[in-house]
């Protein structure tokens, strides 16, 4: 038999997905116990997070496992084989253990080094011990894992990991004055209810703010939110939840937005923004004088789409792109853009600025090949600031803790609003630690699948000398019997004498290759040294399969009685 998984995560799909296939604890039930009734698979346990969901089983053929996996995961998560295949990934045998224990270490978490994965974890183990879905492997399995989480969390700062984004954030967003003092008394809006957002919102009321205002696209999920915030220990925040449509209204009375989801477009839109600041104060939000020179490097003057029969119609903005603080050719397609080079190189240009349009057409060039490769001209900012008049102080203060980014960069050019997003953050280093100890991690994470691979192996041929050993006890006793038969004036202590010596002689011709043999089977490659054992000797497969039974048997006792953590 041999370790299979079978899923899709917030690496392998997108969010839309990922909320589709989102099972139920009914759903896990059925899908744990449709599995092990299927025939390639054994044991089964099933991992499901907000980010994940995953199928787990010991098969006996890898394709048919493959197959029959993807199958039962499609029909139980409701969506079609077809359209959820290529957000599917597989891992198997030893890459199987090493995904598991990246993820119960939090190196495949959306934020690096979250513990919450180990409590899911757990919870999954202890759903399929509950059904009997998991046998000795399964068990194994987690149960290490959830010890090789615990060992990372001890032996490295990856905890600290998220965490640290967040409280740097804050530090940015208070211009290095105390956190505490800063937060103390404000209102915060917090959009999306996932695991960084919950940091972000636990992070915000352990700092003092007044109230928290969560709002997400499922309000089920906000809800439970603001009742962990409502319930936690040593804050006093005020916490609510609302839905998306009522963020345009939230904003207005925020003085903190922190925003993490995983919308792949703009959540938050630098005119949004501006009219949320306005709607406040009152008075229209100007551009900062220095938004140009500290926030964005302008590409060079340019008199595209101006020219008499230019293909470029400026005039309308690009959907789904804010024009606001980007170059005004910044968001086109590959295509609009080559047309435009090739209008310019047929020579229908005025050629009175000969040099200037030669220089655009290059320009325009270099441009369609970048879009072809990413898809559009993104806003260019400059990496190191450079000092300019003082911006008036904040009225808000906005946190993008996004991949892709949920607040518009052009939110930059905002006087009286001020916005730390991830590219500022990364220009600031604030990952650095968390580099050396995601190494360290990955270290012990390798360490342990090696060990647990040696493990499992070595676990593989035990029956097989369990078994080889009872069958020359057999021998021994079917001997001295014999050796009564003709020997009947035999005395105890005879008897007794010559049987230790037999048994001795056995003991010692059989220690140093079932010795070997466990050490060879331990190694890479070594499966096949059971088979071979049970080729020299002679042994009864029935029989070696009869110690693998009771050895799952007494497994799944202890099991039972023993539920608690790792």
Not at 50 to 66: M, P, Q, S, T, W
Request: charged content about 25%; proline content about 4%.
């Amino acid at each position: 038999m041999s370790l299979l998984v079978v899923g899709l995560s917030h690496r392998s799909a997108p969010v839309s997905v990922l909320e589709r296939a989102a099972l139920t604890t009914d759903a896990q039930i059925k899908l744990l116990q449709d599995t092990v009734a299927a025939e390639p698979a054994t044991e089964a346990a099933v991992l499901a997070t907000c980010n994940r969901i995953e199928l787990y089983a010991d098969v006996d053929k890898f394709h048919a496992g493959v197959a029959e996996l993807s199958t039962l995961l499609a029909q139980h998560s409701g969506v079609g084989l077809e359209e959820l295949t290529p957000y599917l990934y597989v891992h198997y045998e030893d890459r199987a253990v090493h995904h598991l224990f990246s993820v119960a270490c939090g190196l495949d978490s959306m934020v690096v080094g979250e513990g919450q994965i180990l409590g899911q974890i757990k919870d999954s183990l202890a759903r399929a011990q509950d059904l009997h879905s998991a046998g000795r492997l399964l068990n194994d399995l987690f149960q290490q894992a959830l010890r090789v989480g615990k060992r990372a969390h001890s032996e490295t700062g990856i905890d600290r990991a998220g965490q640290s984004l967040v409280t740097f954030g804050l530090e940015q967003l208070s211009a290095q004055e105390d956190v505490l003092d800063w937060a103390r008394g404000k209102k915060a809006l917090v959009v999306g209810a996932g695991s960084m957002s919950s940091l972000a919102a636990a992070t915000l009321a352990r700092a003092g703010v007044a109230e928290i205002v969560v709002a997400n696209r499922t309000a089920e999920r906000a809800e439970r939110l603001v009742q962990i915030l409502s319930g936690a220990d040593g804050t006093d925040v005020a916490a609510r939840a609302v839905p998306m449509d009522a963020v345009p209204v939230e904003l207005t009375r925020a003085d903190v937005v922190v925003s993490c989801t995983g919308a792949t477009g703009l959540v938050l839109t630098a005119e949004a923004v501006a009219a949320a600041v306005e709607g406040r104060t009152g008075a229209p939000v100007a551009v900062a004088d220095d938004a140009v020179d500290t926030d964005v490097r302008p590409l060079p003057p340019t008199s595209l789409g101006t020219e008499e029969g230019c293909p470029l119609d400026l005039a309308a903005p690009q959907q789904g792109f804010s024009v606001m603080g980007e170059a005004a050719v910044a968001g086109m397609d590959a295509a609009t853009l080559e047309q435009h080079a090739a209008w310019v190189d047929n020579g229908t240009v005025d050629r009175r600025e000969a040099a200037r349009t030669e220089a655009e057409a290059e320009l325009i060039t270099a441009l369609a090949a970048t879009a072809a490769t990413v898809g559009r001209i993104p806003e260019r900012r400059r990496p190191e600031p450079v000092a300019g008049p003082p911006r008036p102080a904040p009225v808000l203060y906005l946190l993008d803790l996004a991949m892709p980014r949920d607040i518009d960069a052009a939110v930059h050019r905002l006087a009286g609003i001020r916005l730390v997003d991830i590219e500022s953050l990364a220009e600031a280093s604030a990952d650095a630690p968390m580099a050396a100890d995601v190494d360290q991690v990955r270290r012990i994470v390798a360490d342990e699948v090696a060990a647990f691979g040696a493990a499992l192996r070595a676990a593989h041929i035990t029956p097989t000398v369990v078994a080889l050993r009872t069958m020359a006890a057999d021998v021994v006793a079917s001997e001295i019997a014999r050796l009564e038969g003709r020997l009947p004036g035999l005395d105890d202590k005879h008897r007794g004498e010559i049987t230790q010596t037999v048994k001795r002689v056995v003991d010692k011709l059989l220690h140093a290759p079932t010795v070997r043999v466990k050490q060879l089977a331990a190694e890479p490659g070594g499966a096949g040294y059971a088979d071979a054992l049970r080729t020299l000797f002679d042994l009864d497969q029935e029989a070696v399969d009869a110690v693998s039974r009771a050895g799952g048997a007494d497994d799944e006792s202890e099991n039972s009685k023993n539920r608690g953590p790792a």
